[in-house]
């Protein structure tokens, strides 16, 4: 009787990791350099979508996460490890920077003014990158999931860049709803 329930057993393990990702429309999303992701979410505002690998053995996370935006515009994901919303937020930026260069900083928002610059966040960023293609950003990390959890909140944004600096976003509509939670290993999220 035990030998028979295994491959049950395994069989919804299989369905639980793969069904999450089946569900999502970001499926076909392709990335440069053959870069490939386990899952999937599309986020729901913003047209935003986040891709991801999660590592259990060190508690990190291979993301890419990719949104549709003017050139002259920025880009942001950010993991929220104390709240949910922008205060708090530990974002990646991108954008085209003063050099006309696409550039990827990282930046915690502790206020609603801030002066955004490269800066640390408060957990470990290995690997930070980001490009401009066919009239989207993409950021790619690899990030440490903040108190070694699996289920953080995340907000995302999209806004405006002056002098090579981004400088705020819309104050309605999707751009102040778009925040969830994700699991990194589920593949399970909720957004606004």
């Given at each position: 009787?035990?030998?028979?329930?295994?491959?049950?057993?395994?069989?919804?393990?299989?369905?639980?990791?793969?069904?999450?990702?089946?569900?999502?429309?970001?499926?076909?999303?392709t990335?440069?350099?053959?870069?490939?992701?386990?899952?999937?979410?599309?986020?729901?505002?913003?047209?935003?979508?986040?891709?991801?690998?999660?590592?259990?053995?060190?508690?990190?996370?291979?993301?890419?996460?990719?949104?549709p935006?003017?050139?002259?515009g920025?880009?942001?994901?950010?993991?929220?490890?104390?709240?949910?919303?922008?205060?708090?937020?530990?974002?990646?930026?991108?954008?085209?920077?003063?050099?006309?260069?696409?550039?990827?900083?990282?930046?915690?928002f502790?206020?609603?003014?801030?002066?955004?610059?490269?800066?640390?966040?408060?957990?470990?960023?290995?690997?930070?990158?980001?490009?401009?293609?066919?009239?989207?950003?993409?950021?790619?990390?690899?990030?440490?999931?903040?108190?070694?959890?699996?289920?953080?909140?995340?907000?995302?944004?999209?806004?405006?860049?002056?002098?090579?600096?981004?400088?705020?976003?819309?104050?309605?509509?999707?751009?102040?709803?778009?925040?969830?939670?994700?699991?990194?290993?589920?593949?399970?999220?909720?957004?606004?």
């Open positions: 009787m035990a030998a028979l329930m295994r491959p049950a057993i395994l069989l919804s393990l299989i369905i639980s990791l793969i069904l999450p990702c089946l569900a999502q429309n970001c499926l076909n999303d990335f440069s350099n053959n870069r490939l992701y386990t899952l999937c979410s599309s986020l729901g505002r913003l047209n935003a979508t986040l891709h991801w690998t999660y590592h259990p053995s060190n508690g990190t996370a291979d993301i890419a996460y990719s949104a935006q003017e050139s002259s920025f880009v942001a994901w950010a993991i929220n490890p104390s709240s949910s919303g922008m205060i708090g937020a530990n974002a990646i930026l991108a954008f085209y920077d003063s050099t006309a260069a696409v550039t990827a900083i990282t930046y915690e502790s206020n609603y003014t801030p002066s955004v610059r490269d800066s640390n966040l408060s957990f470990r960023v290995y690997s930070r990158e980001a490009e401009y293609s066919d009239g989207k950003y993409t950021i790619y990390a690899t990030v440490a999931l903040p108190g070694n959890r699996t289920t953080l909140n995340t907000v995302w944004q999209a806004g405006q860049v002056s002098g090579g600096v981004p400088v705020g976003h819309a104050l309605s509509g999707d751009n102040i709803k778009s925040m969830g939670s994700t699991d990194f290993l589920t593949g399970e999220s909720s957004g606004s």
